[in-house]
């Protein structure tokens, strides 16, 4: 069975930091890329970063570059978010997602499987 475990978020104030994690199971990171995804109130499900083991492909958002690092443990079969220098623009609910070996351009229609979201608030 598939399953993408998220976790991580919380209450943070304006420039701080915070870090998600992504559990994968049924599945290696050497099969499928892991995409974050954030949703804000009122606002459509956006991209935010990719990372794909197999093509030693990174990818970020525009809006979070320099700022948000993602990384992965192969042993742990997790993907990380680390996220610094919040704004309360990045207020949002975070998703993972999984996509079969390289990042799309943070395509929808291109995840495979989805983790349950996350809360991230940012305070200013």
């Known amino acids: 069975e598939v399953q993408l475990v998220v976790s991580g978020g919380g209450l943070v104030q304006t420039g701080g930091s915070l870090r998600l994690s992504c559990a994968a199971s049924g599945f290696t990171l050497a099969e499928y890329a892991i995409a974050w995804f954030r949703q804000a109130p009122g606002k459509e499900r956006e991209g935010v970063a990719c990372i794909s083991t197999a093509f030693d492909k990174i990818d970020y958002a525009d809006s979070v570059k320099g700022r948000f690092t993602i990384s992965s443990d192969v042993a742990k079969n997790t993907v990380y978010l680390q996220m610094n220098r919040l704004k309360p623009e990045d207020t949002a609910v975070y998703y993972c997602?999984?996509?079969?070996?390289?990042?799309?351009?943070?395509?929808?229609?291109?995840?495979?499987?989805w983790g349950a979201g996350t809360l991230v608030t940012v305070s200013s």
């Open positions: 997602a999984a996509e079969r070996l390289s990042c799309s351009n943070f395509s929808f229609y291109a995840m495979d499987y």
